[in-house]
């Protein structure tokens, strides 16, 4: 009777701390910087030499969302829509300086509320420079803006440490650490969240030194996109030409504008981002292996994806923000042993702000009415069933216009599963329009082809009323700062 009573007491514990939907559901998400959604090895389209074991494992033991997008191809926007579930019309974290509204929700507060200990280690970045914690997390490790990827400064739950190392190493080593702390045996344990940014691999791609010049004498096969010739680019508009000669333009690179010293050739450009591939796959394999030590696997939904996509040399850009698919187009892969069956393809499009909604009704918890989510859960489709309702069969994408990156214009796009329509705002001389069924690489615009304007036109339509019932027409102009690039002087 004592120990009925004393198991009683114990369950009695569990139940008023953690509700019953929330038991043993667990949830690591693994978000990347700049991670394209073809560099993995298990993909037909990924470079021959690149290795990614662990997130080939994480395919073979779960799925791979591959027709996976971002609405926004921005750090800070694609963060924000992630931790939301909202387009960035709507949680108005345009760039990667402005800060998040206050107000606003991340989905980590209502995990909080459920019963859920929650847990951020690595980039935030929203705020640009502000590191410090953030609500919605009972544990915090970040650090400013990028970051460096050696011997960088975190953000320990407010109080600042610095290191020696390789960032993804030392933020592996702080999930790990927190992993161990959430697992351990006690009587009120509760389900966990927990969310690792990784810096990696953003520009300027930086290996540690075991995996320095790994690739650097394997062969690239360069997109056919890449020539600067009339056909890449005489149905395009002018600006994406000029892009090539500009800050985000492979052209550009010659000119020894770039900030690494001495300045990288293309080559070495595409060697290093697969070599910080390659060492961000090692980090999410010790997750994936410390998972397992602790005997979490099987209760645990881990979900990888990027922020955004990377062009390394499609149309002559090395960067994102545009809304070609090397930039719109994420890696996305979920394991789950109990929920998902091994080595599943899910074809449906599924988007950033589909994250915060799958994850809620994993966890048993209702989506909020207010602010509503934008995003649809693809908790069924991981389950091989259908969806509870039709699933879409477009997405609007949207990117403003940078003063500190102005080759890039503001951009509308939307893409359904065989084609694209592209409107630029601003001074830009034609728009786009693309067969992603007869030209995947987007090598030939046909906005001006006269088969096809009236489909052009009926996208167009939908993509402006669409913006147009969810407050998209609005657009955030930031307050000037300085002379540097507002009212210059005429000088003669």
């Not at 909202?86 to 507060?109: A, I, K, L, S």
């Not at 320990?156 to 933020?171: E, H, T, V």
Request: hydrophobic residues 35%; contains cysteine; charged residues 25%.
């Amino acid at each position: 009777m004592k120990y009925v009573s004393c198991f009683s007491f114990t369950a009695f514990i569990y139940i008023l701390f953690v509700p019953l939907a929330a038991r043993g559901k667990n949830i690591v998400v693994i978000l990347s910087d700049d991670h394209r959604y073809d560099f993995m090895s298990f993909m037909e389209e990924s470079p021959e030499f690149l290795e990614t074991p662990n997130l080939d494992r994480l395919a073979t033991e779960g799925a791979h969302l591959a027709n996976a997008f971002v609405t926004t191809s921005l750090c800070s926007p694609s963060r924000a829509s992630i931790l939301t579930g909202q387009y960035m019309r709507n949680h108005r974290v345009v760039d990667n300086q402005r800060p998040v509204p206050p107000g606003t929700m991340f989905f980590p507060e209502y995990l909080q509320d459920a019963g859920y200990q929650t847990g951020y280690v690595g980039k935030w970045h929203m705020g640009h420079e502000d590191d410090t914690p953030r609500k919605g997390f009972d544990h915090w490790v970040s650090f400013a803006g990028q970051g460096t990827y050696f011997d960088p400064t975190f953000n320990i739950n407010g109080k600042r440490k610095s290191f020696k190392g390789y960032n993804a190493d030392l933020l592996t080593d702080q999930a790990i650490s927190w992993l161990n702390q959430v697992s351990k045996p006690n009587k009120k344990k509760k389900p966990f969240f927990l969310q690792i940014g990784y810096k990696a691999v953003h520009y300027p791609f930086q290996p540690p030194p075991r995996h320095a010049e790994r690739y650097s004498d394997k062969k690239i096969d360069y997109p056919e996109t890449m020539a600067n010739t009339e056909e890449n680019y005489q149905t395009q508009s002018n600006w994406i030409r000029e892009r090539r000669y500009g800050i985000h333009g492979i052209d550009h690179m010659q000119t020894g504008a770039l900030d690494k010293d001495p300045v990288p050739d293309f080559d070495e450009l595409y060697h290093n981002f697969c070599e910080t591939v390659h060492a961000l796959d090692e980090n999410i394999g010790r997750v994936l292996n410390q998972l397992d030590k602790l005997k979490l696997t099987e209760d645990t939904l881990v979900i990888y994806l990027g922020d955004n996509g990377f062009a390394l040399g499609e149309h002559g850009f090395y960067d994102k923000r545009d809304a070609f698919e090397e930039s719109i187009r994420i890696p996305m892969l979920a394991r789950h042993p109990k929920l998902i069956k091994p080595g599943a393809r899910i074809e449906n499009m599924t988007l950033n702000v589909d994250i915060a909604p799958t994850i809620l009704e994993y966890a048993g918890v209702a989506l909020p009415a207010n602010p509503k989510m934008d995003g649809d859960s693809f908790l069924s489709l991981l389950q091989g069933k259908k969806p509870k309702h039709k699933w879409r069969d477009h997405f609007v994408y949207e990117y403003h216009w940078e003063w500190n990156f102005p080759a890039t214009p503001t951009t509308l796009a939307i893409r359904t599963d065989k084609e694209k329509y592209v409107f630029y705002h601003g001074v830009w001389d034609r728009n786009g329009f693309y067969d992603l069924n007869s030209d995947p690489h987007e090598r030939h615009n046909l906005i001006h082809v006269p088969a096809y304007q009236e489909r052009i036109l009926e996208l167009r339509e939908k993509l402006f009323n669409e913006l147009d019932s969810t407050s998209g027409l609005s657009l955030p102009i930031r307050r000037p700062k300085n002379e540097q690039f507002y009212d210059r002087k005429l000088r003669r």
